[in-house]
């Protein structure tokens, strides 16, 4: 197994170890955390960076991981629920093939409460993705739309600010990309088939709207 391969794991280890110490830290520290930090009428701002990848299930090889970023931006209808907008994009590489995976949602998060100051979320995603490779002056594409499901773990750091891991599987259906041979062959078409996965470590604000 190649060592970028377990890169995410060792990120989500490491954070999960330093989030535990946190939430046994002594009794003054804990007295500072917001013990409802959501509430209904607020913005939820995440930004994260971290190791994007894909899985190639009709042929080929799976790409290497790359660097990638996600962000999103919610609006929370409930304390436990925030609807809005998100979006990533990852950097793979495949032999001589520079590869860029972008993707744009609607996205709901569910949120709940594990101890005073530490949050797990539920995330589920519904939007655009977008697959291009490149390599020298060739470059070509393909399309569709996605299904991502997700979780958050997330630790209150300071005032309504959280540092946390997340990680994403997005489950695309790809548009046909179809070419006519002519003659007797005709138009023949293809459906690529990969499904992409996200791990990274998030920094959330939450900005509420009104003192109500």
Not at 23 to 46: I, Q
Not at 105 to 130: C, D, F, K
Request: hydrophobic share 35%; proline share 5%; aromatic share 12%.
């Amino acid at each position: 197994m190649k060592t970028t391969n377990l890169l995410p794991l060792i990120l989500v280890v490491t954070l999960l170890s330093t989030l535990s110490a946190g939430a046994n830290a002594t009794e003054p520290a804990e007295t500072s955390v917001n013990k409802e930090p959501l509430r209904a009428g607020g913005l939820v701002f995440s930004l994260s960076g971290g190791i994007g990848g894909q899985y190639v299930r009709d042929q080929g090889t799976n790409p290497d991981p790359g660097p990638g970023v996600t962000f999103s931006a919610l609006y929370t209808v409930f304390p436990w629920l925030g609807v809005g907008l998100s979006g990533g994009t990852s950097f793979l590489a495949s032999d001589n093939l520079d590869i860029m995976l972008l993707n744009v949602s609607v996205e709901a998060r569910a949120y709940y409460q594990l101890t005073p100051g530490l949050l797990g979320s539920g995330i589920l995603q519904l939007g655009y993705v977008r697959y291009e490779v490149s390599s020298g002056g060739y470059s070509d594409y393909s399309d569709g739309y996605q299904l991502g499901i997700g979780f958050e773990i997330m630790k209150e750091v300071y005032s309504r600010l959280y540092v946390g891991v997340v990680g994403t599987y997005q489950i695309p259906r790809w548009n046909e990309d179809c070419i006519d041979m002519g003659g007797t062959v005709g138009v023949r078409c293809n459906r690529f088939d990969a499904h992409g996965w996200y791990g990274g470590i998030s920094l959330t604000y939450f900005l509420p709207l009104s003192k109500n």
